[in-house]
């Protein structure tokens, strides 16, 4: 089955950075568009970023258009999210999510499968 594993998370100052990691298992990944979801504490799970199977197309949500990067190495099975300028408000738990188009989506119930998540807590 495929797995995604997520890394790259932790505790970072408000303004810094971090690059999150996805490692995607099986032989299908580049057929796969990947998307960067959010889940604050309460709240439900919200599309961040997402880029299409040959990482020709991104598409990101407009808070971080600008501050944030979405890419993937295909023949490594794996994306990245680098995350910039960081606020307080995006602390949550980022999971990393794949489906079987080479569109990209901004719906999480389209996208087959996901990661356990990881955590990132911006701190004032």
């Known amino acids: 089955q495929v797995q995604l594993v997520e890394s790259g998370g932790g505790l970072v100052q408000a303004g810094g950075s971090l690059r999150l990691s996805c490692a995607v298992s099986?032989?299908?990944?580049?057929?796969?568009?990947m998307g960067w979801f959010r889940q604050a504490p309460g709240k439900e799970r919200a599309f961040v970023a997402a880029i299409s199977t040959s990482g020709g197309s991104t598409y990101f949500l407009d808070s971080v258009k600008g501050r944030f990067t979405i890419s993937r190495e295909n023949a490594k099975n794996t994306v990245y999210l680098q995350m910039n300028s960081l606020k307080t408000e995006k602390t949550g738990v980022y999971y990393c999510?794949?489906?079987?188009?080479?569109?990209?989506?901004?719906?999480?119930?389209?996208?087959?499968?996901w990661g356990q998540g990881t955590q990132v807590t911006v701190s004032s």
């Open positions: 099986g032989r299908a990944f580049s057929g796969y568009a």
């Open positions: 999510a794949a489906r079987k188009e080479q569109l990209i989506n901004v719906v999480p119930i389209e996208y087959e499968y």
